[in-house]
C-alpha cells in the first residue's frame, strides 16, 4: 500500500508532483473500470467473431437407426433449468417413424387410478423438445412426446412406447404428476384421445425411481425398456422429476421418476 501524506515531510515540488500522478492513476483506473465493465479481458477486446456453442437437436430417424445413434450419442440432455422445471430428458438421437398421429388419436387427458383413489388427473398436450433437448411442458399441463420427434401414439402398436412427462412441482406448488412416485403395479392408467375415446392400462411395476442422465445415456442397455420394445407393444412410459432423492450442485433434481404401463383394453 502506497504511503499517506504525512508518512514524510514533503519535498519542494512534491505536491505538484503528487497531483500529477494521482491525476494519473485516476485516468488509467477509469479505462480499466470501462474496459472491465464492457466485458474486456486482460488478454485483449472481445472477439466479436467467436462462433456460439453448438446445439443438438433432436432429429426423425428410421427405427434402426435410432437405435444405432442411441447407442453412438456422447452427447445427453443437461439437467432441467430448476428442480421443477423440465422433468426429463428424452434421446435426442432416436425417434420412431411411425406415421403422425390423426387428430382424433391425440391424447388430450390423462387419469391414474387406484381403486377409488385418484393419484393424477390432468390435461395432455404436445410437446415438444426444447432447445436444451428436454421436455418441459406447461405447468397444468401433461406433456405428450410426439411429432414430429417422437410418433408413438400412448396404446397404439408399436416398437416404442408413447411418452408422456410433467411436473411434480411447479413454481414451489404440485403439479400433475405429484404423485406419480406413488404409483404401485396394478393401478389403473387411462388416456383419453381427441376422438373421445378412452384406452386403459395397466401399470407393470411400481414407480422406479432412476438418475435421469442415465435414463438416456443408458437408453441402450440398463433402460432400453423406458424408449423401445423387444417387439411391439401397446405401451405408454410416464415421467417426472423426484425430487427426494436430492439436487445437484445446480439446483436440478438428479433422479426421474419412471412409470410403465401396458395397455388392456
Same mark, same amino acid.
Given at each position: 500500500m502506497?504511503p499517506h501524506? %504525512?508518512?514524510?515531510?514533503? !519535498?519542494?515540488?512534491?505536491?505538484r508532483?503528487?497531483?500529477?500522478?494521482l491525476?494519473v492513476?485516476?485516468v488509467?483506473?477509469?479505462?480499466?473500470?470501462?474496459?472491465g465493465?464492457r466485458?474486456?479481458?486482460?488478454d +485483449?477486446p472481445?472477439?466479436?467473431a467467436?462462433?456460439?456453442a453448438p446445439?443438438?437437436s433432436a432429429v426423425?430417424?428410421?427405427?434402426?437407426?435410432?437405435?444405432?445413434?442411441t447407442?453412438d450419442?456422447t452427447?445427453? *440432455?443437461?439437467?432441467?433449468?430448476?428442480?421443477? @422445471?423440465a422433468?426429463?430428458?428424452?434421446?435426442?438421437?432416436?425417434a420412431p417413424?411411425t406415421?403422425?398421429?390423426?387428430g382424433g388419436?391425440?391424447?388430450?387427458h390423462? /387419469?391414474?387410478? !387406484? *381403486?377409488?383413489?385418484v393419484?393424477?388427473?390432468?390435461?395432455?398436450?404436445l410437446?415438444?423438445?426444447?432447445?436444451?433437448?428436454?421436455?418441459?411442458p406447461? /405447468?397444468?399441463v401433461v406433456?405428450w412426446?410426439?411429432p414430429?420427434d417422437? *410418433?408413438? =401414439?400412448?396404446?397404439?402398436?408399436?416398437?416404442?412406447p408413447g411418452?408422456?412427462?410433467?411436473?411434480?412441482?411447479?413454481?414451489?406448488?404440485? #403439479?400433475?404428476?405429484?404423485?406419480?412416485?406413488? =404409483?404401485?403395479?396394478?393401478?389403473?392408467v387411462?388416456?383419453?384421445?381427441a376422438? +373421445?375415446? #378412452?384406452a386403459?392400462?395397466?401399470v407393470?411395476a411400481?414407480?422406479? @425411481?432412476?438418475?435421469?442422465?442415465?435414463v438416456?445415456?443408458?437408453?441402450?442397455?440398463?433402460?432400453?425398456?423406458?424408449w423401445?420394445?423387444p417387439?411391439p407393444g401397446r405401451?405408454?412410459?410416464l415421467f417426472s422429476?423426484d425430487l427426494?432423492?436430492?439436487?445437484d450442485?445446480?439446483? %436440478?433434481?438428479?433422479?426421474?421418476?419412471v412409470?410403465?404401463?401396458t395397455?388392456?383394453?
Amino acid at each position: 500500500m502506497a504511503p499517506h501524506a %504525512h508518512d514524510a515531510a514533503p !519535498r519542494p515540488g512534491a505536491h505538484r508532483r503528487l497531483t500529477v500522478a494521482l491525476l494519473v492513476l485516476l485516468v488509467a483506473g477509469a479505462l480499466v473500470a470501462s474496459w472491465g465493465w464492457r466485458g474486456g479481458s486482460a488478454d +485483449g477486446p472481445p472477439d466479436a467473431a467467436a462462433p456460439a456453442a453448438p446445439s443438438t437437436s433432436a432429429v426423425t430417424v428410421s427405427p434402426e437407426e435410432a437405435v444405432a445413434a442411441t447407442r453412438d450419442a456422447t452427447a445427453t *440432455s443437461r439437467p432441467s433449468p430448476t428442480a421443477t @422445471s423440465a422433468p426429463t430428458a428424452a434421446p435426442t438421437t432416436a425417434a420412431p417413424t411411425t406415421a403422425p398421429a390423426a387428430g382424433g388419436q391425440a391424447p388430450v387427458h390423462v /387419469r391414474i387410478t !387406484r *381403486s377409488a383413489e385418484v393419484l393424477v388427473d390432468a390435461p395432455v398436450g404436445l410437446t415438444r423438445l426444447d432447445e436444451r433437448d428436454e421436455l418441459n411442458p406447461p /405447468r397444468g399441463v401433461v406433456g405428450w412426446y410426439g411429432p414430429p420427434d417422437w *410418433s408413438t =401414439v400412448p396404446g397404439e402398436l408399436s416398437a416404442y412406447p408413447g411418452v408422456l412427462a410433467g411436473h411434480t412441482t411447479h413454481g414451489g406448488a404440485p #403439479d400433475v404428476f405429484y404423485r406419480l412416485g406413488e =404409483v404401485r403395479a396394478g393401478d389403473t392408467v387411462t388416456i383419453r384421445y381427441a376422438d +373421445g375415446e #378412452d384406452a386403459v392400462f395397466q401399470v407393470d411395476a411400481d414407480a422406479l @425411481s432412476v438418475p435421469k442422465n442415465d435414463v438416456t445415456e443408458k437408453a441402450d442397455a440398463e433402460y432400453s425398456w423406458v424408449w423401445s420394445l423387444p417387439e411391439p407393444g401397446r405401451k405408454v412410459s410416464l415421467f417426472s422429476c423426484d425430487l427426494a432423492q436430492g439436487l445437484d450442485l445446480t439446483g %436440478h433434481s438428479v433422479n426421474n421418476w419412471v412409470v410403465q404401463a401396458t395397455r388392456t383394453s
